[in-house]
């Protein structure tokens, strides 16, 4: 999970948990403690079709 976000990051994309920019190893973390639980993230996409912002929110934090 962590080096699949990693790659996101890389490739340009903001990461947010509950609307705060997080890296990659925070957002990794709260989602593998919280595994029991299911998140869709919102993907979102510039003009061009670009990701450029992958949301997480309404994530039950434990």
């Known amino acids: 999970m962590r080096v699949r976000l990693e790659g996101i990051a890389r490739g340009?994309?903001?990461?947010?948990?509950?609307?705060r920019r997080v890296s990659a190893a925070e957002l990794a973390w709260t989602y593998c403690v919280n595994e029991e639980a299911v998140y869709m993230p919102d993907y979102v996409l510039n003009q061009d079709g670009r990701l450029t912002?992958?949301?997480?929110?309404?994530?039950?934090?434990?």
């Open 12 to 19: 340009g994309a903001d990461l947010y948990l509950e609307g």
């Open 53 to 62: 912002e992958l949301r997480y929110d309404r994530v039950r934090l434990t």
